[in-house]
Every structure is written in structure tokens, then in C-alpha cells.
């Protein structure tokens, strides 16, 4: 069965330190891979998804960026996080091929992150 | 832009009744809507979808409904339990990758 795995649980960093968040996916290969921000009490906001190694697409213009080294690994990255990236931050993976519009996605454990 | 309507975004209901959730979505081109489940504090989790190929779709004491031509979808909880007591959120595809999800609905079930 598949499997998604993300850490840390929890992360509280300061003001302009750098981020690095990781997600692997095991059970599956060529997966959709996203990354979510969930604010305190609010819905989920896209940030970026990927269809492939490499490829990457950004919704929301910010200092985060995202990579995919691997097929079934999902990094989060910023240089210098700022007040407003706070919050709780869930990698979801979906199926690939067939009808791909048709295909759930399935959440991480998420990893709540708390600016200072 | 595209989005995704949920109301309402509290509900609180007594043991035993039933709860009804809606969504309006605005891309015509949709096709596919799961609706989730968020306990606090944990990821978000499937529990029931719903293609544009049919109308109705139930599970135990879930169902969800779909009218394409006015756009809007719907999540019913029958007999309620302490239990179901959580977030639930709708979401609609945009396309083949990507999915915009509503605001949320905090169910409460007072027992």
C-alpha cells in the first residue's frame, strides 16, 4: 500500500533562518506531488505541485520555492522565512495516468510551522 | 479566479441528527469533487467523492449529491456521532492536476 511520509511533526524557527521541509512518498511511482499551507482555522492554499522530476509549478508568489529530486520526494524550501509563513504545511500525493483528474489526493501527517 | 464556495462555516447539530454541508464551485469544466475530513491537529482525510457521471453517491451514513447544471454539491451525515465531529472541506479539479478546496466547515455534535 502506499505511503506518505513528511517531517518534522513540528518546527519553530526564527525570523530569516532558512527552511527545509521533506516529504517521500513510498508505494507508488510517477506521482502528482503538492504542497499545501493550511493557516490557524483557514482552508488549504496551493502552493506548488509537480508532475515529474523537476518540474515544478508555483501558485502563489512567495519566498518559498520547491524542489523534486527524486520521483517520490517533495522539498519545501525558503532562504529567509518570514512572520507570515507560519502555519501548518501538508504534502499531499495523487495518483498518475489514467484519469488523473478523477484521482484523490492523499494528505502527510503535516508539519506545523511557528515563526519567532 | 476559480473557487470553491462552503457553507456553512460552523454547524452545530444534536446526536442523531443529520448535518448537511454545500458547495458552490464556479469552473464549469470540473468534473471530480472528494470531500475530507480534518480531526484537529491532523491531516486532512478522504471520505467520500463524487464524479460528474452521477448524482448521488452514498456511504453508509454519508452521501454526497451533485447538480452540474447549477453548479453546487453537498455533503450529508445521517445520525450523527461525537465522532463526526471535525473540519470538512470540499474541493473541486481545475484541470487534470489541480484541486481548489472550500473554506471549511467545523462541525460540532452535541451529545
Known amino acids: 500500500s502506499q505511503t506518505i511520509h513528511q517531517w518534522p511533526a513540528t518546527l519553530v524557527q526564527p525570523v530569516g533562518s532558512p527552511l527545509s521541509l521533506e516529504c517521500t512518498v513510498e508505494g507508488t511511482s510517477n506521482p502528482n506531488l ?4 493550511q493557516a490557524a482555522g483557514r482552508g488549504l492554499q496551493l ?5 515529474g522530476i523537476g518540474q515544478i509549478s508555483s501558485e502563489v508568489p ?36 489514467g484519469y488523473v483528474d478523477n484521482q484523490p489526493q492523499h494528505f502527510g501527517d503535516g508539519t506545523r510551522l511557528s515563526i519567532l | ?5 462552503q457553507h456553512p462555516s460552523t454547524l452545530s447539530v444534536q446526536e442523531g441528527d443529520s448535518a448537511v454541508i454545500k458547495c458552490t464551485y ?7 469533487f472528494p ?8 491531516r486532512p482525510q478522504l471520505i467520500i467523492d463524487i464524479r460528474s457521471n452521477v ?14 447544471t447549477a453548479k453546487h454539491f453537498s455533503l450529508h451525515i445521517t445520525e ?12 473541486a479539479n481545475l484541470g487534470t492536476y489541480k484541486y481548489i478546496f472550500g473554506t471549511g466547515t467545523r462541525l460540532k455534535v452535541l451529545a
Open chain 2, 80 to 91: 450523527t456521532q461525537p465522532e463526526d465531529s471535525a473540519v470538512y472541506f470540499c474541493a
Open chain 1, 47 to 51: 502552493l506548488f505541485y509537480s508532475v
Open chain 1, 34 to 37: 503538492y504542497w499545501y499551507r
Open chain 2, 26 to 32: 464556479s469552473d464549469s469544466a470540473s468534473n471530480y
Open chain 1, 62 to 97: 512567495q519566498n518559498l520555492s520547491a524542489s523534486r529530486p527524486q520521483d517520490r520526494q517533495f522539498i519545501l524550501s525558503s532562504k529567509k522565512l518570514l512572520l507570515s509563513d507560519s502555519g501548518f504545511y501538508l504534502c499531499a500525493w495523487s495518483p498518475r495516468g
Open chain 2, 55 to 68: 448524482g448521488e453517491k452514498k456511504d453508509q451514513r454519508i452521501a454526497v449529491t451533485l447538480n452540474k
Open chain 2, 1 to 5: 479566479g476559480e473557487n470553491v464556495e
Open chain 2, 35 to 42: 470531500w475530507y475530513k480534518q480531526e484537529l491537529g491532523k
